[in-house]
């Protein structure tokens, strides 16, 4: 066997510890004489999976006690609905900041279903920056204000949330959960998809603040009304079963790791390593500067199209996969999710820097 380092935005790397703890609870979990995969999820067996799972959430991101977890399916693009068709329940209005693609499908969504506003973008230099925002453009009586904490296609992030008063700040951190501590509390809703950071795609995370379910529209679909799911305990259908068990041995290894402050001085340093080559290479360029720079996904260009093709291609070969960057920006993106070890990022650096001197103009 030989495993590559894998550079992919998502589905993504996982640490290799739990994909073999993975396989070898695969035939048989504990003494149950089944797979998780097989198990009934109203079996006391899976129960424990799905309890262990959520008290450990809670645990690392330190949830407070008034915020309910759920773990549905649909993907974060689920949530672009689901949000408005249970959130936009007072003034029917809703403030986005469009940072991204993401960001804008979200903005989109929601207008299907109210009346949405944009307070910023930083669509002018192609998502390069998180904007400044203004606060008098808030809208003080919003039913929620949307973000989207960590753009995985442009590689930026918040470092700073904006301050919305009573407004519920709503944020999609598919791409940046568990990856350094987050102050839930500052939240009305957080949701993920899990397949960046969390587990296999095929469950989605969502922490909502407990005034903010029961609000839905009459006319919002049954799977889609937060309060179903968080009376049933996510168990109103059938659940995301196995997604849910490989999230629960994610949890146990990044506390193994010591939390979220070990994985963001661990990402921190990861990112320091690219970055750094990034600023004083002669070939390679960031395509984001200064702090808003995503601790996890890394975009970069040579500025010639064909090098960089070259480049994705070589370095393919070396056992360094999915660098290609998103079509919307081209070039290179290195996603650095938590699973990514240090020693992944020094190798590309390494196979980088023997790049650039072979291909030096
Ligand atoms: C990947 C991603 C999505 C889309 O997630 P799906 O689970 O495919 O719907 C949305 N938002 C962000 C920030 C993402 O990184």
């Not at 949830?63 to 029917?92: C, D, E, R, W």
């Not at 809703?94 to 960001?103: C, L, M, S």
């Not at 960057?325 to 999710?337: D, E, L, Q, T």
């Amino acid at each position: 066997m030989s495993r590559v380092y894998n550079f992919s935005a998502g589905p993504a790397v996982l640490p290799e510890k739990v994909l073999s703890r993975a396989a070898a609870e695969m035939l048989e979990y504990g003494t149950t004489g089944q797979s998780v995969m097989e198990m009934s999820h109203r079996s006391k067996e899976y129960q424990a999976i799905i309890d262990e799972t959520e008290r450990l959430l809670r645990e690392i991101m330190s949830i407070p006690n008034n915020y309910k977890v759920l773990f549905l399916q649909g993907g974060a693009s689920s949530q672009f609905a689901m949000v408005p068709l249970n959130l936009l329940n007072k003034t029917g209005k809703a403030d986005f900041v469009i940072t991204g693609q993401w960001a804008k499908k979200a903005y989109e969504e929601a207008s299907r279903f109210g009346d949405c506003t944009i307070v910023a973008s930083s669509k002018d230099k192609t998502f390069s920056y998180i904007p400044q925002l203004d606060k008098s453009k808030f809208n003080p009586t919003a039913d929620y204000f949307h973000i989207c904490q960590n753009n995985t296609i442009y590689g930026t992030r918040f470092t700073e949330l904006p301050d919305t008063g009573n407004v519920p700040l709503v944020a999609d951190m598919s791409s940046c959960i568990l990856s350094e501590p987050v102050d839930v509390s500052k939240y009305g809703l957080i949701y993920a998809g899990a397949q960046k950071n969390m587990g296999p795609a095929g469950l989605t995370v969502v922490i909502i603040r407990e005034d903010l379910i029961g609000g839905a529209r009459e006319s919002c679909p049954t799977m889609f009304n937060y309060q179903i799911h968080a009376e049933n305990g996510s168990m109103y259908n059938t659940p995301p079963t196995y997604g849910i068990y490989i999230l629960m041995l994610v949890l146990e290894w990044v506390k193994e790791m010591g939390g979220l402050e070990a994985m963001k001085i661990h990402n921190e340093k990861k990112a320091a390593i690219i970055y750094d080559f990034l600023d004083n290479s002669k070939l390679f360029k960031p395509t984001v500067m200064g702090k808003d720079r995503s601790l996890m996904n890394v975009p970069f260009v040579t500025g010639n199209e064909e090098l960089d093709a070259k480049f994705v291609s070589e370095a393919k070969k070396a056992g360094f996969i999915n660098l290609k960057g998103h079509r919307s920006v081209g070039g290179m993106r290195a996603s650095i999710y938590n699973a990514m070890p240090i020693e992944g990022v020094q190798k590309l650096v390494e196979f980088m820097e023997k790049f650039e001197k072979e291909n030096a103009q």
